[in-house]
């Protein structure tokens, strides 16, 4: 995933940037440093974190280090990064179902924390790759 990910930012971004970085994924394939479809465990993938490969690459890179997203931590690349154990940057108010029961579990607002709930997301924030 973060490969695949990689590559589709690089043509995204397009110019000598663009292809300076697809240059770098395509040695990557050449050597063996990584595959598009890498083989690793469910719990590296999901929890414990992948620092080989891409997610290595775009971890020391100085074109990418400090633009990545929190699923990028200490421990590499792992879907559930920041999301273990904990609610940091997560915060919900969730119908109870007291009043009506099928709006029971229903989330009705979202926010980083309790003083910045919205009902609308249309105006969240979000990651992005430039930073």
Not at 53 to 63: D, F, H, P, S, V
Not at 91 to 109: A, L, M, S
């Amino acid at each position: 995933m973060p490969l695949a990910g990689l590559m589709a930012k690089f043509v995204e971004l397009g110019g000598y940037g663009g292809q300076g970085g697809l240059n770098a994924v395509e040695t990557m394939l050449k050597n063996g440093t990584d595959e598009l479809f890498a083989l690793t465990t469910v719990g590296d993938f999901l929890f414990r974190g992948i620092k080989t490969g891409a997610a290595e690459w775009m971890m020391i890179n100085g074109l990418t280090s400090n633009r990545l997203p929190p699923v990028f931590r200490e421990n590499g690349f792992a879907l559930f990064n920041g999301k273990q154990d904990t609610s940091e940057n997560e915060c919900y108010q969730v119908e109870t179902g007291q009043e009506d029961w099928e709006q029971h579990t229903v989330i009705t607002k979202w926010g980083k924390d309790s003083q910045s709930l919205r009902e609308d997301l249309s105006e969240a924030k979000t990651c992005t790759w430039t930073g």
